[in-house]
């Protein structure tokens, strides 16, 4: 079994034609870059993701990371026409104890410093295992408060660096992984949102790199995210 350990550091500093106006995605831009990388796994079967937020972390948090998993799938399947696949929905767990039989499970905590990998990890991650390329289980870490590159100053992220967090991270549980380029794309290491003022949207970028994944049909072995 391996394990993938995929963070996003936070510092200060031939697509498909939809046959609608797209809501959820936008064109690719910035054409510095033509394909996303990704990793070295794929899901081949229904995917269950659970949401645990710490005590103290306001409800907000779990909205906007279930917002990031619904902002996948509508862009999903708004890119392919289909509105029967890419099935993800989110759901909100009380306990860790009640994550047991979840394949994704999402963990909200107030601080950077309550990650089970800190020191090494101070801003969002997600960690997934799998064997022989066949991912069984994720767990995607968030968190509000998070530490500069600088490595002594907390920040507390506005709110669509936040969603920017979740979305990315979300990238990184069906399989992308970092552009080379480490400022503006979804799925960047590095958001500098003294140079944004929203969180970055899903393109046809990384649209067609989950296409030519999984096919236009996508999870039908299926990301069942409830």
């Given amino acids: 079994m391996l394990r993938a350990l995929l963070a996003l550091s936070l510092l200060l500093l031939l697509p498909v034609p939809a046959a609608f106006a797209a809501q959820y995605y936008q ?17 081949d079967h229904d995917i269950h993701v659970c949401v645990f937020k710490e005590d103290g972390v306001p409800n907000k948090y779990y909205a906007w990371t279930k917002l990031a998993v619904q902002e996948w799938r509508q862009a999903l399947r708004e890119y392919t026409a289909n509105d029967k696949a890419w099935s993800m929905t989110a759901r909100y767990v009380t306990s860790e104890s009640q994550m047991g039989g979840c394949s994704v499970r999402a963990y909200i905590y107030d601080s950077y410093k309550d990650f089970p990998d800190y020191p090494e990890q101070t801003g969002a991650y997600t960690a997934v295992e799998y064997t022989n390329g066949v991912a069984e289980t994720a767990s995607v870490y968030l968190a509000p408060r998070v530490l500069h590159g600088d490595g002594t100053t907390e920040i507390d992220l506005p709110t669509y660096a936040f969603r920017n967090s979740a979305v990315h991270e979300v990238g990184h549980v069906l399989g992308l992984a970092h552009m080379a380029k480490q400022k503006g794309y979804l799925m960047s290491p590095i958001f500098d949102f003294f140079d944004n003022d929203d969180q970055l949207p899903i393109t046809t970028l990384e649209l067609q790199t989950l296409v030519e994944m999984y096919g236009e049909d996508g999870l039908d072995r299926t990301i069942s995210i409830l």
């Fill in 27 to 43: 064109e690719q831009t910035d054409f510095s870059e033509t394909a996303v990388p990704t990793a070295e796994f794929l899901w």
